[in-house]
C-alpha cells in the first residue's frame, strides 16, 4: 500500500505541468499576502505619526501597534483597566492632545469660534446658517481611503441626538490621534471581559445589553440552549492579554472574503491534481494494467487516499506559509487570548478560531477532491472535470445563491461560512456551531462518493475479469 501511494504521489509531481500548477498557486498566496500586508493601516491621503513624532510604514505601524501591547500583556482585571486608562491619559497629556490648538481653530471656524459653538450648543443657529457653514467645511476636507471626507485633523459640525449641535474641537498633535485610535480601540471589549457577569443574555430581547450586541440578528433565531451555550463560551474564555497584532493577521487571511483569489487559486489546484488520479487510468497502459490487476483494492484504496492527502495538504501548506510570512513581519504571541473579532464575539480563542477556520478550509477542499475524483471516472478527463466543477460552482452562486444546495458549495464555505460557521446552532437537543454541521454534512457525502469509487472500480475489474 505505501509502495502504490509513493507511486500516486511520484506520478503526480513528475508531471512539469502539476509541478508547475503548484508552484504558480502557492506563489499567488504568497502575493496576495504580502501585497495585502505591505497596504494594512496606510492611507493614501493621510499619514500616521507614532507618538516620537515619527512618520510610519506599514511594516513599522503594524510592530510598533504589537510591540506597545505586548509591553503591557498581563491579566484582564480591574488593574488593568485602571493602567490602560492611566496609561491613555497621559498620552493625550504629554503630547497635548487635550489642548485646543487655537490657530486652527481660528482658521477652520473663524475668530469668534467660541461665541459660534456656544450658539450651536445652544440652539440658536438656523438649520440654513449650519448647512450654509457645513460646506464651508468641505473645503478643508480630504478623501480618506474608505470614501468619509471628514478625518481626524479636519473640521466638522458635531450632531447630537437632542437636535443640538457643536464644532468639533482640533487638539494640538491630532495627527497622533490615529496610532491613539488604534491602540486603545478595544477599550469598551476589555471592559466588557474583565466585567463579563454583567454582559451575560438571559433572553433573546436582551441581546443590545450583552456581549451578543454586535453578533446577531433579529433574523437568527435564538433558544434558550443556544444563549446557554454562548453565555458558558463567554465566561469560560481566559482572562489571559498580549498583543493579538499577529494572530489577528492570521486570522484575517484564513477570512475568504479577505481574500477570494488564494482560495479560488487553491481550489482550482486542488481540481486539477486530484482529477487526475482516475482519469489517467484511461490513457496511460500501467494505469489500466495496475486498475484490473489482482491488486486492484490496493490500487483503487491508494488512489483515494492520495486524493484526500493532496485535499488536506494544500492547506496545511498554505498555513505553514503563512504562518511563515506574518511571523517574519512580526511575532504571533499567545493563542490562547479571546479573539474580540465582531463574527466571533468574545466566545472564541484565537486557538479555536485558527481551528474552525482551518477545519473548514480543509473540509472544502476535501469536498472538491471528492467531487472531481469521482466525476473524472465518467469524463475521463482532468480538464472536463475541472470545467464542469468550476462552472457548477458559479453557477450556484449566481442563478441558486439561497439554495440548500449551494449551502453545500465548497467555494462558498471558503468565505461565506467562515463567518456564518461561528454561530450556534440547535440540531436534535444539542447546540454545535454551524461550521460543525456543514462539515458534517460533507463528512458524510464525501465517504459515500469515495465508497461509489471504491464499488465502481472493483465491480469494472470483475466485469472486465
Not at 461550521?435 to 463528512?443: E, F, K, M, P, R
Request: hydrophobic share 45%; with cysteine; glycine share 4%.
Amino acid at each position: 500500500m505505501l509502495k502504490l501511494l509513493k507511486y500516486e504521489f511520484k506520478k503526480i509531481f513528475k508531471s512539469k505541468f502539476n509541478l508547475f500548477i503548484v508552484f504558480f498557486a502557492f506563489s499567488v498566496c504568497t502575493y496576495v499576502i504580502m501585497d495585502q500586508l505591505n497596504g494594512m493601516y496606510m492611507s493614501d491621503v493621510y499619514e500616521y505619526i507614532n507618538f516620537e513624532g515619527k512618520q510610519m510604514n506599514s511594516k513599522e505601524m503594524i510592530i510598533y501597534i504589537d510591540t506597545f501591547w505586548h509591553e503591557h500583556a498581563g491579566v484582564l482585571n480591574d488593574d488593568f483597566l485602571d493602567e490602560i486608562q492611566n496609561l491613555k491619559q497621559s498620552i493625550i497629556h504629554e503630547h497635548e492632545m487635550d489642548v485646543l490648538d487655537e490657530e486652527a481653530m481660528i482658521r477652520y471656524y473663524g475668530e469668534d469660534y467660541k461665541e459660534l459653538d456656544m450658539a450651536l450648543r445652544n440652539q440658536e443657529v438656523s438649520s440654513e446658517e449650519i448647512n450654509k457653514l457645513d460646506q464651508q467645511l468641505v473645503a478643508f476636507y480630504h478623501p480618506t481611503s474608505g470614501g468619509s471626507y471628514a478625518d481626524i485633523d479636519t473640521p466638522q459640525i458635531l450632531y447630537f441626538e437632542d437636535g443640538a449641535h457643536a464644532l468639533k474641537p482640533i487638539y494640538k498633535n491630532m495627527k497622533m490621534y490615529r496610532l491613539l485610535n488604534y491602540l486603545f480601540q478595544n477599550e469598551n471589549e476589555f471592559e466588557m471581559l474583565v466585567h463579563r457577569e454583567s454582559y451575560l443574555i438571559d433572553k433573546k430581547e436582551n441581546l443590545k445589553m450583552g456581549f451578543l450586541e454586535n453578533r446577531f440578528t433579529d433574523q437568527i433565531e435564538l433558544t434558550p440552549k443556544m444563549i446557554e451555550k454562548g453565555n458558558e463560551k463567554f465566561l469560560n474564555n481566559p482572562y489571559t492579554f498580549d498583543s493579538t497584532v499577529g494572530a489577528d493577521l492570521i486570522v484575517y487571511f484564513l477570512s475568504g472574503s479577505n481574500v477570494t483569489l488564494i482560495y479560488v487559486t487553491l481550489l482550482i489546484l486542488c481540481l486539477i491534481l486530484t482529477s487526475n488520479l482516475f482519469a489517467i487510468e484511461h490513457t496511460s497502459d500501467t494505469e489500466q494494467f495496475l486498475i484490473s490487476s489482482v491488486k486492484n483494492k490496493q490500487v483503487i484504496l491508494a488512489k483515494i487516499t492520495t486524493s484526500i492527502l493532496i485535499a488536506i495538504g494544500i492547506y496545511i501548506i498554505y498555513l505553514i506559509e503563512l504562518y511563515s510570512i506574518v511571523n517574519a513581519r512580526v511575532p504571533i504571541r499567545n493563542l490562547n487570548i479571546v479573539c474580540t473579532e465582531s463574527f466571533v464575539q468574545f466566545m472564541s480563542t484565537y486557538k479555536e478560531v485558527i481551528g474552525i477556520a482551518l477545519w473548514m478550509l480543509i473540509s472544502s477542499s476535501l469536498a472538491t477532491a471528492a467531487l472531481s475524483s469521482f466525476l473524472s471516472c465518467f469524463t475521463k478527463s482532468r480538464f472536463i472535470t475541472s470545467l464542469i466543477l468550476i462552472v457548477g460552482m458559479l453557477m450556484l452562486e449566481l442563478f441558486w445563491p439561497y439554495t440548500i444546495l449551494n449551502m453545500l458549495n465548497p467555494f462558498k464555505m471558503t468565505y461565506v461560512y467562515f463567518y456564518q460557521g461561528f454561530n450556534f446552532v440547535e440540531v436534535n437537543g444539542h447546540v454545535i456551531r454551524q461550521s460543525t454541521l456543514i462539515c458534517s454534512v460533507w463528512l458524510v457525502i464525501n465517504i459515500l462518493l469515495y465508497l461509489s469509487i471504491y464499488f465502481w472500480k472493483k465491480r469494472t475489474r470483475l466485469k472486465n475479469g
